[in-house]
Every structure is written in C-alpha cells, then in structure tokens.
C-alpha cells in the first residue's frame, strides 16, 4: 500500500468519527464515554511497588550525598580554535 492510500484512508477515518460531529451533544456523549471506565478501577498496589519506590528514594539520596564534581571541558576545532563555550551556573 502506498504512503497517499494509507493517508487516505486516516482522512476518511477521521471524517466518519464521531468526536467530528457537526451535533454538540453528540460529541460531548462520544468524548465523556470514552473515559468513562477509567476511574472506576481499584488500585491494586503490591509488594513490588513498594520495593520500586524504595529502591528509588535510595538511589536519589545517594545521589544528593554525593559530593559536587567540577568538569573542565575543552573542544577545539581542527584549525585550533574553540569549539565550545560552556557557561557553568549554580543550581542551589
């Protein structure tokens, strides 16, 4: 199938739907059911969520003791002249 058929028919897709109707109501009845079971489903968290979260906490403080690093990056052009500028700014 070639690239204007496949186009084609997403045209005419999006044409029959119903979220393009000219009828207001009707669109809003299309949208609103279209999320309706969403929430309605419990949360089921397990043991492995828990492990996830805390292997992440950790992971993060880890990171935050860890003491800063100071980078000295120097690129040159092959003609010798610099490449790149970095500009170092504080986050804290």
């Known amino acids: 199938m070639s690239g204007t058929d496949s186009l084609g028919e997403l045209a005419a897709l999006v044409g029959r739907s119903a979220v393009a109707s000219e009828i207001e109501a009707a669109r809003k009845?299309?949208?609103?059911?279209?999320?309706?079971?969403?929430?309605?489903?419990?949360l089921q968290r397990r043991a492995s969520d828990l492990l996830g979260a805390v292997l992440a906490l950790s992971a993060r403080t880890r990171r935050v003791v860890q003491p800063r690093v100071a980078i000295d990056l120097d690129?040159?052009?092959?003609?010798?002249?610099?490449?790149?500028?970095?500009h170092n700014r504080r986050l804290d």
């Open 29 to 42: 009845r299309v949208i609103n059911g279209s999320g309706a079971g969403i929430g309605m489903r419990p």
């Open 75 to 86: 690129v040159f052009t092959p003609s010798g002249r610099r490449a790149v500028v970095v």
